[in-house]
């Protein structure tokens, strides 16, 4: 299930960069899924989506976070991002991401405090230091 909304939520943005395979855009969430680490996104009832936060050497890192299109662009992504970061920001460890290139999830996650790490032409690296982009 996540590996098909991973598929769906990512190809458009695959597709603009000339990147979208139809296999390995699931294989690369299989190879790296982390059940321990992943928590599924409930709204209404329903699968809407998931989430892994899984430790890294320096911090935490924020990976395969999806919501069905339907849903994205209402609040959702942010009340997720939210409760994680605040449950980051309590460890006091900073916290990494990676976002395709043109991604509208970018901004959500500028919004909330993380930079711009690095980048290529595929993927943008981010980090965000503890409690960065509190109001």
Request: glycine share 10%; no cysteine.
């Amino acid at each position: 299930m996540i590996a098909e909304l991973r598929a769906t939520v990512l190809r458009p943005d695959l597709e603009r960069l000339g990147r979208f395979d139809e296999h390995r855009v699931r294989q690369r969430l299989r190879d790296s899924f982390s059940p321990q680490h992943t928590s599924v996104i409930v709204a209404d009832g329903a699968f809407a989506g998931s989430v892994t936060v899984r430790p890294a050497e320096d911090g935490r890192l924020l990976e395969h976070f999806y919501l069905a299109p339907g849903l994205q662009g209402r609040g959702l992504g942010t009340a997720v991002l939210r409760t994680l970061l605040k449950r980051i920001d309590a460890d006091g460890v900073l916290v990494r991401l990676n976002v395709l290139q043109g991604s509208a999830a970018r901004r959500l996650y500028e919004r909330h405090g993380f930079t711009v790490e690095s980048q290529d032409p595929i993927d943008v690296y981010m980090v965000r230091l503890p409690g960065a982009g509190r109001s």
